[in-house]
């Protein structure tokens, strides 16, 4: 299985800014959309931004203009550059394949928690 290691959460003051960051286990990263997923508590895990082999993006639209999703492939990494930070953005933030949501039994990360607060 792929192994998915995220990392870089914090507690952060509103406005403020993290990049996290997820590596990947496999060859076949370069081939994947990739994504990133947030589950708040209490409430069922989110997509929040993907980007596909050629980089095209897309966002959530409570994220647009506030965060970036990069990859580069030659690192097996994945990136998202959160900034202007809300409370609302609390969450623990996964990275997966894209459409991770609609496979049963996905192999996921232990995710990395983003706290947003005064």
């Known amino acids: 299985q792929v192994q998915l290691v995220e990392s870089g959460g914090d507690l952060v003051q509103p406005g403020g800014s993290l990049r996290l960051s997820c590596a990947a286990s496999?060859?076949?990263?370069?081939?994947?959309?990739m994504a990133w997923y947030r589950q708040a508590p209490e409430k069922k895990r989110e997509l929040v931004a993907s980007?596909?082999?050629?980089?095209?993006?897309n966002y959530t639209d409570s994220v647009k203009g506030r965060f970036t999703i990069s990859r580069v492939n030659a690192e097996n990494t994945v990136y998202l550059q959160m900034n202007s930070l809300k409370p609302e953005d609390t969450a623990v933030y996964y990275c997966?394949?894209?459409?991770?949501?609609?496979?049963?039994?996905?192999?996921w990360g232990q995710g990395t928690q983003v706290t947003v607060s005064s």
């Open positions: 496999t060859s076949l990263f370069p081939f994947y959309t």
């Open positions: 980007i596909t082999r050629g980089g095209s993006t």
């Open positions: 997966n394949i894209g459409g991770a949501l609609t496979i049963p039994d996905m192999n």
